[in-house]
């Protein structure tokens, strides 16, 4: 049995064996969405596949859609050749149950991989030719908080953006470049109506994404190859929005155990591959089964019916607190908390980190008790609820293969809205945040793990982050398993207001922080005996 189209026309041998396949016409839908697109997704990675890509087929399966959407790749293009190609665009989408139970199904609403690479001619036609109807009513994203940056920590745009400013439309590269000159061929078009919508998961994503997009757009009108009615065009909302979103679903990268599960079960070629570029993606995407998608409600060219396969569909206020419960209090800063804890206690499973007593006292501690009192409801969700699903139900599946290391990787760029937010809010409410004790020892845990020794005295390598050169010339001289070599080093990090949103020392956590982690440092179980002192 083979994920093609033509192995999939024997049902019965796939439902026998468990696996859903689309009730609709998977080759009829793909060729009418290529004539006439409505929905353009940019980042064909593992999260977009299941979660938004299913969303598309629940609308299909349910009659509420007759068209797919348009995938597009701006990174990786490796993943176009080697994942979409040879298996027709499906996917087979694997959900992860607490009880060891999957559910499978074949995901059949991705009906093209483009390549968004401009020196490949027939590629950038083809994005051109759908940016051109006039039908197109919405693009999105995942493409990570990463893809919208074009400045570098000194201010500077990245050489390869200035390349992109300085080659103009026709020679983008950059994911950002890509979009504005699309848009712009869209706006040559007909100036035509569409919703450029992030569903990246970081803050203000909206505002991100058009920040980027319109910078570009204002450095290509000022180099003379759009003109000053491009730039009207993406400033208007009533013509090119951009919503903000929430989106929450945790996707970690495909398991061996589940391809060597689909293989014995007679499935051929599920085996992951990892591309040239170090993405670790398979035919199928493994994932938990909970998920939340929050979008804005503003799409000036239609949209397709989203709420109709479980999308909240509000306003950005709404949209704006959603995401401030979940990134701030609920979900991301107890996520970032068993990260670093994890690294340093030896763990390669976040779901074994929740059965040790003293961390899962840790994140009960961040959310529900430090967090709760300055969340602020966003009325559709409930705070309490999500957390309690979180804790009790997400973090604890023992068959969702996520590590820590996967989720420690940019904390840098993390902790400014995990933990500084919270803070800041506590500073506002008491005039300082000493109130605080777990979120303090979260921070101390991520500057003991910056030093990349764990709690029994083993190097370890450390997840990737931009800052990490940076940040480990403030750690030198301090030996992790000794506190006298300890002599101020973290004042520099802690004082850093463009890390946490906050100078700590302000805040009147620093010296706490300083005192726990100098405490982490003395010697082999220093690291768990701070714990258990703070959290005991």
Same mark, same amino acid.
């Given at each position: 049995?083979?994920?093609?189209?033509?192995?999939?026309?024997?049902?019965?041998?796939?439902?026998?064996? &468990?696996?859903?396949?689309?009730?609709?016409?998977?080759?009829?839908?793909?060729?009418?969405?290529?004539?006439?697109?409505?929905?353009?997704?940019?980042?064909?990675?593992?999260?977009?596949?299941?979660?938004?890509?299913?969303?598309?087929?629940?609308?299909?399966?349910?009659?509420?859609?007759?068209?797919?959407?348009?995938?597009?790749?701006?990174?990786?293009?490796?993943?176009?050749?080697?994942?979409?190609?040879? =298996?027709?665009?499906?996917?087979?989408?694997?959900?992860?149950?607490?009880?060891?139970?999957?559910?499978?199904?074949?995901?059949?609403?991705?009906?093209?991989?483009?390549?968004?690479?401009?020196?490949?001619?027939?590629?950038?036609?083809?994005?051109?030719?759908?940016? +051109? !109807? %006039?039908?197109?009513?919405?693009?999105?994203?995942?493409?990570? #908080?990463?893809?919208?940056?074009?400045?570098?920590?000194?201010?500077? =745009?990245?050489?390869?953006?200035?390349?992109?400013?300085?080659? &103009?439309?026709?020679?983008?590269?950059?994911? @950002?470049?890509?979009?504005?000159?699309?848009?712009?061929? +869209?706006?040559?078009?007909?100036?035509?109506?569409?919703?450029?919508?992030? /569903?990246?998961?970081?803050?203000?994503?909206?505002?991100?994404?058009?920040?980027?997009?319109?910078?570009?757009?204002?450095?290509?009108? &000022?180099?003379?190859?759009?003109?000053?009615?491009?730039?009207?065009?993406?400033?208007?909302?009533?013509?090119?929005?951009?919503?903000?979103?929430?989106?929450?679903?945790?996707?970690?990268?495909?398991?061996?155990?589940?391809?060597?599960?689909?293989?014995?079960?007679?499935?051929?070629?599920?085996? %992951?591959?990892?591309?040239?570029?170090?993405?670790?993606?398979?035919?199928?995407?493994?994932?938990?089964?909970?998920? =939340?998608?929050?979008?804005?409600?503003?799409?000036?060219?239609?949209?397709?019916?989203?709420? $109709?396969?479980?999308?909240?569909?509000?306003?950005? !206020?709404?949209?704006?607190?959603?995401?401030?419960?979940?990134?701030?209090?609920?979900?991301?800063?107890?996520?970032?908390?068993?990260?670093?804890?994890?690294?340093?206690?030896?763990? !390669?499973?976040?779901?074994?980190? @929740?059965?040790?007593?003293?961390?899962?006292?840790?994140?009960?501690?961040?959310?529900?008790?430090?967090?709760?009192?300055?969340?602020?409801?966003?009325?559709?969700?409930?705070?309490?609820?999500?957390? +309690?699903?979180?804790?009790?139900?997400?973090?604890?599946?023992?068959? /969702?293969?996520?590590?820590?290391?996967?989720?420690?990787?940019?904390?840098?760029? $993390?902790?400014?809205?995990?933990?500084?937010?919270?803070?800041?809010?506590?500073?506002?409410?008491?005039?300082?945040?000493?109130?605080?004790?777990?979120?303090?020892?979260?921070?101390? &845990?991520?500057?003991? =793990?910056?030093?990349?020794?764990?709690?029994?005295?083993?190097?370890?390598?450390?997840?990737?982050? %931009? @800052?990490?050169? #940076?940040?480990?010339?403030?750690?030198?001289?301090?030996?992790?398993?000794?506190?006298?070599?300890?002599?101020?080093?973290?004042?520099?990090?802690?004082?850093?207001?463009?890390?946490?949103?906050?100078?700590?020392?302000?805040?009147?956590?620093?010296?706490?922080?300083?005192? @726990?982690?100098?405490?982490?440092?003395?010697?082999?179980?220093?690291?768990?005996?701070?714990?258990?002192?703070?959290?005991?």
């Amino acid at each position: 049995m083979r994920l093609t189209l033509e192995g999939i026309r024997d049902r019965k041998a796939w439902e026998d064996l &468990g696996i859903a396949l689309p009730s609709y016409d998977v080759e009829k839908t793909a060729q009418e969405t290529k004539k006439a697109p409505v929905w353009v997704h940019f980042g064909a990675g593992n999260i977009f596949r299941i979660f938004i890509g299913g969303i598309a087929d629940t609308l299909l399966n349910q009659g509420d859609s007759q068209k797919g959407i348009t995938c597009v790749e701006t990174f990786d293009f490796d993943v176009v050749d080697k994942i979409y190609k040879p =298996y027709d665009n499906l996917v087979l989408a694997v959900t992860l149950k607490a009880d060891g139970s999957t559910d499978k199904k074949v995901v059949g609403s991705l009906t093209e991989a483009v390549k968004a690479q401009s020196s490949d001619e027939s590629q950038w036609n083809r994005l051109k030719e759908i940016f +051109r !109807d %006039p039908g197109l009513q919405m693009i999105s994203f995942t493409i990570t #908080e990463k893809g919208y940056a074009l400045r570098g920590a000194d201010g500077n =745009y990245f050489p390869f953006i200035q390349a992109d400013i300085e080659n &103009g439309p026709d020679k983008a590269g950059s994911a @950002m470049a890509v979009v504005c000159a699309l848009l712009h061929e +869209r706006y040559e078009a007909g100036k035509y109506p569409i919703a450029v919508v992030s /569903m990246d998961n970081c803050s203000h994503n909206g505002e991100k994404l058009r920040g980027s997009v319109t910078a570009m757009a204002r450095e290509w009108l &000022g180099k003379g190859f759009v003109n000053e009615g491009f730039v009207s065009y993406l400033t208007d909302e009533s013509q090119v929005s951009f919503p903000w979103t929430m989106i929450d679903k945790i996707t970690p990268r495909p398991a061996e155990s589940i391809a060597k599960e689909l293989e014995e079960k007679g499935i051929e070629d599920m085996a %992951p591959v990892i591309t040239s570029k170090k993405t670790y993606i398979a035919p199928f995407v493994n994932a938990e089964g909970p998920q =939340y998608l929050v979008v804005e409600d503003h799409f000036p060219n239609g949209r397709p019916a989203l709420e $109709k396969a479980g999308v909240y569909m509000t306003n950005r !206020d709404t949209v704006n607190k959603v995401e401030r419960m979940k990134v701030t209090t609920c979900l991301n800063p107890l996520h970032t908390a068993l990260a670093v804890y994890g690294c340093l206690l030896g763990y !390669d499973l976040i779901a074994s980190e @929740m059965k040790d007593p003293i961390l899962a006292k840790l994140v009960d501690q961040i959310g529900p008790v430090e967090g709760m009192p300055v969340v602020v409801n966003p009325g559709i969700l409930s705070p309490e609820d999500f957390v +309690r699903e979180v804790i009790h139900d997400r973090l604890p599946n023992p068959f /969702m293969p996520d590590t820590p290391q996967r989720i420690a990787c940019d904390t840098s760029q $993390k902790v400014g809205i995990r933990y500084g937010e919270t803070i800041k809010s506590y500073v506002a409410a008491y005039g300082d945040a000493k109130k605080l004790t777990a979120i303090p020892l979260a921070i101390a &845990g991520w500057c003991r =793990y910056l030093l990349g020794v764990d709690d029994e005295g083993k190097d370890f390598e450390l997840s990737p982050d %931009p @800052m990490i050169p #940076e940040l480990k010339k403030f750690l030198e001289g301090i030996d992790p398993l000794k506190p006298e070599s300890y002599n101020g080093q973290l004042k520099g990090i802690l004082s850093n207001a463009n890390i946490f949103g906050i100078d700590l020392y302000e805040a009147g956590i620093g010296e706490t922080i300083e005192a @726990m982690f100098k405490e982490e440092l003395a010697g082999p179980g220093a690291v768990r005996r701070t714990l258990e002192k703070y959290l005991g």
